[in-house]
């Protein structure tokens, strides 16, 4: 079935380091790849998306890539900050039909002061 | 003017009982989800309403029971309730025009006891 891996479960990183968050996918159809982030005891919020007729997109301090033939597809985060802390979730999807998410196991990222 | 909201925050009530968790959506979007986080925090979705119509019913027990009133409402009833049934749910909506941008609620925390 439709499956998303994600990696690494938990990274910790001192401040002003850089992130990295990997992800693979199964469903050769999605053509959606959204990030979210969940702070402790709040909701997921959509920090940056990317479809799959581009290779990478960047705002500010993120940035997306997407290797569609490897299926393949990165969260980096530069010159990280304390508030950077969070869960980070990965998620594939196609963009007709159904609209399922199909989320990966989360990244527990740590910024340490 | 919350975008999603849910009702309760929390619900704590013992094994055996029936409970409901509403959900209301005032961004005109047309397709409404339920997703379920365990205390692994995987999210998985649930269910999926799209003007009303349920288009993703994942393998869920059929003690969830979902519906939908009108486009903008989303309720989740389960009967029966059991101790695997502790998690936070999630609900979310998006437009299927865009195909994008899920937006979650804030979350129901359910203790079963």
């Given at each position: 079935g439709e499956n998303v891996e994600q990696h690494p479960s938990t990274l910790s990183v001192q401040e002003g380091d850089s992130a990295v968050i990997k992800c693979t996918y199964s469903d050769s159809a999605s053509n959606y790849f959204p990030w979210y982030k969940q702070e402790l005891g709040k909701r997921p919020q959509l920090i940056i998306d990317i479809r799959s007729n581009v290779g990478e997109k960047k705002d500010q301090r993120i940035a997306v890539t997407l290797n569609k033939t490897a299926k393949h597809f990165s969260l980096h985060i530069t010159e990280t900050q304390p508030e950077d802390s969070a869960v980070y979730f990965c998620a594939a999807s196609r963009t007709s039909g159904t609209y399922k998410?199909?989320?990966g196991t989360g990244t527990r990222l740590k910024v340490l002061a | 003017d919350t975008a999603?909201?849910?009702?309760?925050?929390?619900?704590?009530?013992?094994m055996g009982n029936d409970k409901s968790i509403k959900c209301?959506?005032?961004?005109?979007?047309?397709?409404?989800?339920w997703y379920k986080q365990d205390s692994k925090k995987f999210l998985k979705i649930m269910f999926s309403y799209n003007n009303k119509e349920l288009i993703i019913n994942e393998?869920?027990?059929n003690r969830f029971s979902p519906k939908s009133p009108d486009k903008a409402h989303l309720n989740l009833h389960i009967n029966s309730?059991?101790?695997?049934?502790?998690?936070?749910?999630?609900?979310?909506?998006?437009?299927?025009?865009?195909?994008?941008e899920q937006y979650f609620g804030p979350g129901t925390r359910l203790t079963v006891t």
């Amino acid at each position: 079935g439709e499956n998303v891996e994600q990696h690494p479960s938990t990274l910790s990183v001192q401040e002003g380091d850089s992130a990295v968050i990997k992800c693979t996918y199964s469903d050769s159809a999605s053509n959606y790849f959204p990030w979210y982030k969940q702070e402790l005891g709040k909701r997921p919020q959509l920090i940056i998306d990317i479809r799959s007729n581009v290779g990478e997109k960047k705002d500010q301090r993120i940035a997306v890539t997407l290797n569609k033939t490897a299926k393949h597809f990165s969260l980096h985060i530069t010159e990280t900050q304390p508030e950077d802390s969070a869960v980070y979730f990965c998620a594939a999807s196609r963009t007709s039909g159904t609209y399922k998410y199909i989320f990966g196991t989360g990244t527990r990222l740590k910024v340490l002061a | 003017d919350t975008a999603v909201s849910q009702t309760p925050k929390y619900l704590v009530t013992q094994m055996g009982n029936d409970k409901s968790i509403k959900c209301e959506q005032n961004l005109g979007h047309d397709t409404m989800y339920w997703y379920k986080q365990d205390s692994k925090k995987f999210l998985k979705i649930m269910f999926s309403y799209n003007n009303k119509e349920l288009i993703i019913n994942e393998t869920v027990p059929n003690r969830f029971s979902p519906k939908s009133p009108d486009k903008a409402h989303l309720n989740l009833h389960i009967n029966s309730l059991e101790l695997g049934d502790s998690a936070v749910y999630f609900c979310a909506s998006s437009q299927s025009s865009t195909g994008r941008e899920q937006y979650f609620g804030p979350g129901t925390r359910l203790t079963v006891t």
